[in-house]
């Protein structure tokens, strides 16, 4: 962790370190300290300066920081503390607050997500998460705008998942997670691009396309392994990659 201002560094300096360290920790490592310093340090530095933008993407950053702890908590089978979920949701929630006082159009559609995130993944509430994730949709064009490929692409692809398990459309589904994975193999970052084709894979097969995510998940598996990645990002789409072999299978098809 982090302690005192860096010499020459913005609240938007500090950000994009965290960010890249929230990356490699939510996907790799399993270190979240050091993005959480970060991030903290940043919004201490916002603060004095008056940066209220620069306040905004910390306390984003730290929500989403919280959320891979809490999720972390999740894959492991541990019951989730009430106490987190809320903190986490605070800070997403003060995040949106700022970024509206700005008319920031990219940074709002961000801060929606994440209370959407909050709402559906920790919360479990379809219903409530959508009245943040459809305006966020709205304002995707904007996060595209402003450079974040990654933050439009996760828009994407947790309306996706709604069309996935919610609102039950598959083919919906998978043109939304094409257009997730579009924006990822864009940015081009490996770490990034597993759980979008995991996500592409499980919404063909569930439109009846079992050859077509075959293809996506030996792929997501692979790159996956070769990346790295934390062991149950890897298990998850070697599972999704089972079920569809299982679906090929019955269709009376082989990979």
Not at 55 to 76: Q, V, Y
Not at 110 to 116: D, E, H, S, T
Request: proline share 4%.
């Amino acid at each position: 962790m982090t302690s005192g201002a860096q010499p020459g560094k913005t609240a938007r300096d500090l950000c994009a370190a965290a960010e890249e360290a929230l990356t490699e920790g939510a996907f790799r490592t399993g270190d979240l300290a050091g993005p959480e310093g970060l991030f903290g340090e940043a919004r201490a530095l916002a603060a004095r300066t008056g940066d209220q933008a620069g306040e905004a993407l910390a306390l984003g950053g730290l929500g989403m920081t919280r959320h891979h702890r809490n999720l972390a908590t999740l894959i492991s089978g541990l019951a989730l503390d009430g106490g987190e979920v809320d903190e986490e949701e605070e800070l997403m929630r003060r995040a949106l607050a700022l970024w509206q006082q700005t008319g920031d159009a990219a940074g709002t559609a961000r801060a929606l997500f994440g209370v959407g995130l909050v709402l559906q993944v920790l919360r479990r509430d379809w219903t409530a998460a959508m009245e943040y994730f459809w305006p966020a949709f709205g304002l995707a064009e904007a996060v595209e705008e402003s450079g974040d490929l990654y933050g439009r692409s996760e828009i994407h692809r947790h309306l996706g998942f709604y069309y996935l398990v919610a609102d039950v459309r598959p083919h919906e589904a998978v043109r939304q997670l094409a257009h997730s994975l579009a924006l990822r193999e864009r940015l081009g970052d490996p770490r990034r691009m597993p759980s979008a084709l995991t996500a592409l894979g499980e919404a063909e097969t569930a439109a009846g396309n079992p050859r077509r995510a075959v293809q996506l998940l030996g792929r997501a598996v692979t790159l996956a392994r070769e990346t790295g990645l934390l062991p149950w990002r890897v298990e998850a789409a070697e599972q999704a990659l089972g079920t569809a072999r299982e679906a090929l299978s019955a269709a009376g098809d082989t990979p």
